[in-house]
């Protein structure tokens, strides 16, 4: 079975500092990957997605994500971080199943960002 | 836009009293899912359906069911909420095609369930 996890659960930077949020995973075969932000009281909006090709991902509002497949690992970063990126991270592993996509995710990393 | 609207964004009911949740989609996906997220945790996939087939996760309680009567809506069940049972409950879809490797999820925005 697929897992993800997190390691921080939660992470503080200052308004213009970079920012790297961990996530490494486990899955025999090539993993579907992704990261999803939530804003309070919101749903899960994607912010990139891996499935194949290039290992650099670009996404969203700014973010990247690398995949290192050695490391079992795609962590996400950006390289100037903004008040309005405050919200809670998750990384996620996808599994195609039989006529529907498993996704698993980790526990998530809440990121506060300080002026 | 193409989105997937959920239906009320907060739910209060009363211990015990059956509650039902709304998802609809107008992106034409073939497969809906519901998850139940608690507050600091990850969100918990429940059941799926695909096409008009229903899936349930073995871990999913009995009180919980789920109704999709047509492709764009899908309708989840607590048949009698317990205190346990407060969390947000969000609806995602996504397009299963043969062939293609994967296919990403989209998100509703949630609905916040309190049980009193």
């Known amino acids: 079975a697929q897992s993800v996890t997190q390691p921080d659960i939660h992470i503080t930077v200052s308004e213009g500092a970079s920012l790297e949020l961990r996530c490494n995973y486990s899955?025999?075969?090539?993993?579907?990957l992704f990261w999803y932000v939530q804003s309070p009281g919101q749903g899960l909006q994607l912010l990139l997605k891996?499935?194949?090709?290039?290992?650099l991902v670009q996404g969203i509002k700014g973010f990247e994500a690398e995949f290192k497949r050695s490391q079992s690992s795609f962590n996400l970063r950006k390289p100037s971080v903004h008040w309005s990126d405050a919200a809670e991270y998750f990384c996620?592993?996808?599994?195609?199943?039989?006529?529907?996509?498993?996704?698993?995710f980790g526990t998530g990393t809440k990121l506060q960002v300080i002026p | 836009d193409a989105m997937v609207i959920q239906n009320p964004r907060y739910q209060v009911t009363q211990f015990g009293k059956p509650v039902t949740l709304s998802c609809s989609q107008t992106?034409?996906?073939?497969?809906m899912y519901w998850y139940q997220q608690k507050s600091s945790q990850a969100p918990k996939l429940l059941f799926h359906?695909?096409?008009?087939?229903?899936?349930n996760e073995a871990d999913t309680p009995d009180n919980f069911q789920s109704r999709r009567p047509n492709t764009s809506f899908c309708f989840l069940d607590i048949r009698s909420p317990g205190l346990g049972d407060a969390a947000m409950y969000l609806c995602?879809?996504?397009?299963?095609?043969?062939?293609?490797?994967?296919?990403?999820?989209?998100f509703g925005p949630g609905t916040r369930l309190t049980v009193l």
């Open positions: 995602a879809t996504s397009r299963w095609t043969r062939g293609r490797p994967y296919n990403e999820q989209f």
């Open positions: 899955y025999g075969a090539t993993p579907y």
């Open positions: 891996y499935f194949s090709g290039d290992t």
């Open positions: 996620a592993v996808g599994l195609n199943s039989g006529g529907y996509q498993k996704v698993t």
């Open positions: 992106l034409n996906h073939n497969v």
């Open positions: 359906y695909y096409d008009k087939d229903f899936n």
